[in-house]
């Protein structure tokens, strides 16, 4: 038979097709060089509890890719199913791995889940055995079936009748509510796995947080009852809540209208006391120390009226003894502007002030000013006292001008600076003297009479004190 060129060349074409396409159906599709000879591939064996509805067929997943098939299922000599997975070479699974047992569908179509549990085992190799400790299986579900169809026996058929019926008028008409519940249940579920860590962490750290409420109960049960209290007390004032519920806005409102006003003030006054606040703080200790005595010197003023109380003369007032000791001690002038410069009080004009600080600088420890500037205690150097700030921050120590009495000298000391003059030393002693006539004999060996010691003496009168003795 003479075939033409054209028929020849159409026949050649097609032999080539027909050949490639058997190629890749062998190579591809039906992998026989894989079925025969295992090339690119590599086994392992994974041992299950039972089958669980796998087949041989089967695929095999790493984190949702297909690696790999079934090759066999059977069941081994000491009662256990071993599943042999052919898997695809040049795919790293850690050794370090958990296989479960999944379905596709609710038909069957069982699969071979690998799912690691350590990215730093080392991978799997040809002939690895998986135990059965690290594989999951579902559950069978003919049990399952088994088991509703015994629960459903036990329930009668009239309450069964009842709880659909019950059941179809509890949530009929539900529909879009229970999808939007089914939804958020599954998110809700979705984001606790992804914070399966946190949620890990909560519950182990909340046993801690339990058994300290468990250890305090009776604490919260007295908090309990003190807040059932206050709830019975709100409710018993209802009208005063109302009250103050209805007046919160008014006065809210005037007081938001007061802060208008002292807006532009306001500034100010809050610097002023910051300044108040920075003196309080470094005067701390006097502060308390004013706020300890200021209890006893309110007691002791009021205790001045304490004998007359009850008596006509309480009508007079408090009861007060004046003891005029006019001059006694004498007044402080050291450290002032000296007596040459000074005005007499009838007199308006007034001298320049001299510079620097004007205080009594008389000795710390003189008999009169206790209470003078001088003796100030420094509250930052317990233990210091000194007339100013400035003297209490350094190191210099208080210096007086002179002892404060029978002042001589340069009128102009309290700037030129003077010093302290001693005073010539009188000795003192103490001898017995006649309260009768008033004589004693002094440290001289001579007796002499002092008329004011005498028992006869006329008792003094705060006029006679005052004015002196006729001559």
């Known amino acids: 038979m003479h075939l033409s060129r054209g028929i020849k060349i159409q026949l050649a074409v097609f032999s080539v097709v027909s050949l490639i396409a058997g190629l890749v159906m062998i190579f591809v599709y039906v992998k026989l060089p894989v ?21 041989a067929t089967g695929n095999v997943t790493y984190r949702g890719v297909e690696v790999g098939r079934v090759d066999d299922v059977k069941v081994t000599p000491n009662g256990s199913v071993a599943a042999t997975l052919s898997l695809k070479s040049g795919i790293d699974i850690p050794s370090d791995v958990r296989a479960e047992v999944h379905s596709v569908s609710a038909v069957g179509e069982q699969y071979v889940a690998l799912i690691p549990r350590s990215e730093n085992s080392p991978p799997l190799k040809d002939g690895d055995v998986i135990p059965v400790a690290d594989t999951w299986v579902p559950p069978d579900i003919n049990s399952l079936f088994d088991s509703a169809n015994a629960g459903l026996d036990a329930i009668p058929d009239d309450a069964l009748t009842t709880m659909v019926d019950e059941s179809y008028v509890a949530v009929g008409g539900l529909g879009p509510e229970l999808a939007r519940l089914v939804k ?23 046993k801690p947080v339990l058994d300290s409420q468990s250890d305090t109960s009776s604490a919260i049960d007295a908090w309990a009852a003190q807040v059932a209290d206050i709830a019975g007390q709100l409710k018993a004032e209802d009208h005063a809540v109302a009250g103050f519920i209805d007046d919160g806005g008014p006065t809210a409102a005037q007081a938001q209208q007061l802060l208008d006003r002292i807006d532009p003030t306001l500034p100010t006054i809050l610097v002023n006391l910051s300044g108040i606040a920075d003196v309080a703080l470094t005067y701390n200790a006097s502060v308390e120390q004013l706020l300890v005595l200021l209890p006893h010197s309110i007691a002791v003023e009021s205790s001045l ?56 600088r008389i000795p710390q420890d003189a008999m009169f000013g206790v209470r003078g500037v001088r003796n100030t205690p420094c509250p930052t150097k317990p233990g210091k006292r000194a007339p100013t700030a400035k003297m ?65 003496n006329p008792q003094q009168t705060w006029q006679s004190m005052l004015i002196p003795p006729a001559r």
């Open 305 to 360: 009226a304490l004998p007359n109380a009850n008596t006509r003369q309480n009508l007079r007032g408090l009861y007060l003894s004046f003891n005029l000791n006019i001059n006694v001690p004498p007044p402080c002038t050291t450290g002032y502007i000296p007596v040459q410069q000074q005005r007499t009080p009838d007199q308006l004009d007034f001298p320049e002030r001299q510079p620097g600080d004007l205080y009594c």
């Open 184 to 206: 958020g249940s599954t998110a809700l579920a979705i984001d606790a796995r992804q914070h399966l860590d946190a949620l890990t962490a909560l519950i182990d750290e909340a």
């Open 35 to 55: 079925l025969l000879f295992g090339v690119g591939r590599y086994t392992v064996t994974v041992e299950l509890p039972r089958s669980g509805g796998l087949y």
């Open 392 to 456: 209490c921050r350094s190191d210099q120590e208080y210096v007086p001008l002179n002892d404060g009495n029978n002042w001589k000298g340069d009128p102009n000391a309290t700037l030129s600076g003077q010093a302290v003059p001693q005073p010539p030393s009188q000795p003192i002693a103490a001898v017995p003297y006649d309260p009768a006539t008033g004589t004693y004999v002094g440290p001289d060996g001579k007796a002499y009479t002092q008329a004011d010691l005498a028992r006869d």
